[in-house]
């Protein structure tokens, strides 16, 4: 499912996948594709056009399942310094 958002901001346009999950953006500075998990966690965010950024997140699998573990950065090294 495509939705184009041309009456609050121009130039947007929202993909989302089979279960409803927000799949891409795409706007005048690029492309931002989400991928999830078959539990539906998102895993990674890939950041494509004027910058090139990734953001992969780790989930727990025992325990309290499900559990943000850890965040990593990809391409960010010059925006956090």
């Given amino acids: ?12 346009t ?10 891409q953006v795409a706007d005048a500075a690029g492309i931002r594709t989400f991928v999830y998990s078959p539990e539906l966690d998102l895993t990674s ?14 989930y727990t699998t025992s325990g309290m399942a499900g559990r943000l573990l850890s965040v990593s950065l990809k391409g960010f090294r010059d925006m956090l310094e």
Avoid: W
Wanted: charged share 20%.
């Fill in 1 to 12: 499912m495509t939705f184009i958002d041309n009456n609050v901001t121009p130039g947007i």
């Fill in 45 to 58: 965010e890939n950041i494509s056009g004027i910058y090139n950024k990734e953001i992969k997140r780790i």
């Fill in 14 to 23: 929202y993909t989302y996948n089979r279960t409803g999950n927000l799949a």
